[in-house]
């Protein structure tokens, strides 16, 4: 039977993984996962590496952390606002214009945490690569079952393909973010919105009231 004692430093020590966690993720989205050494978390949060070693073995396991800990917020920021609006077209706009104000207003310091991640372990078989990719499948996979939802409703033409659909969704804001990123483009976003709301406009049917070309705004606060 546990004592209140170890109780105690059970928690203390969850409190300290979780504030460790916090700095890791946002060193992550800037530096990439592989900068994510013990030293340099040491460095950035004042703790010792011992102290740290006891929180996690290894580099990999500390990245495999750190990548459950942004899903985790990216989940509070995106998923769950998102699943407050109506099935079908509503929850699908609000899915994506959540996304971009995640993306643009930097919850994680560089950007979105699995943009970057997957251009760094897409090519890198192993454990790391493996987590990165569920979670992307995730995030696709919610956009399909917007998408098959608003097809449900009679907001979508039935044949329409949701898979391919989610595709173009992802791969737009995935742009738009590499074009903040790399080149610092502050219409990347504004673009990216407009190529969205273009392609639900032409896919929505016509009984379906016209999608206004600007967009409902969400507010995303940073971690």
């Known amino acids: 039977m546990k004592t ?5 430093r059970r928690a ?17 989205s800037v530096e990439g996962l592989d900068g994510l050494t013990i ?6 949060t ?29 989940i509070e920021k995106v998923i769950r606002p998102a699943f407050e609006a109506k099935k079908g077209l509503a929850r ?9 104000d995640y993306a643009e207003n930097h919850v994680f310091r560089g950007g979105c945490f699995f943009a970057a991640a997957s251009a760094e372990f897409d090519s890198r078989p192993g454990r790391v690569r493996d987590r990165i990719a569920e979670i992307m499948k ?16 009679g907001q979508f ?31 990347a976003f504004t673009r990216a919105r407009t190529a969205v709301l273009e392609r639900l406009r032409s896919r929505a049917t016509s009984a379906e009231p016209i999608i206004p070309v600007a967009p409902e705004t969400a507010t995303v606060t940073g971690a």
């Open 4 to 8: 209140a004692a170890s109780k105690a």
């Open 12 to 28: 203390q020590g969850d409190r300290s993984r979780q504030a460790i966690l916090e700095v890791a993720v946002h060193l992550a």
């Open 39 to 44: 030293g340099r978390l040491a460095s950035e």
């Open 46 to 74: 004042g703790m010792s590496k011992s102290g740290l070693f006891a929180h996690f073995g290894s580099k990999e396991d500390l990245q495999l952390a750190t990548v459950d800990a942004a899903r985790s917020i990216f």
């Open 92 to 100: 699908l706009r609000r899915l994506c214009e959540i996304w971009f």
């Open 138 to 153: 995730e995030w696709l996979e919610a956009l399909r079952w917007a998408i098959v939802d608003a097809q449900e409703a």
């Open 157 to 187: 033409d039935l044949k329409m393909d949701a898979i391919q659909l989610a595709f173009e969704i992802n791969a737009l804001e995935i742009g738009a973010n590499w074009a903040l990123q790399l080149f610092g483009d502050k219409q």
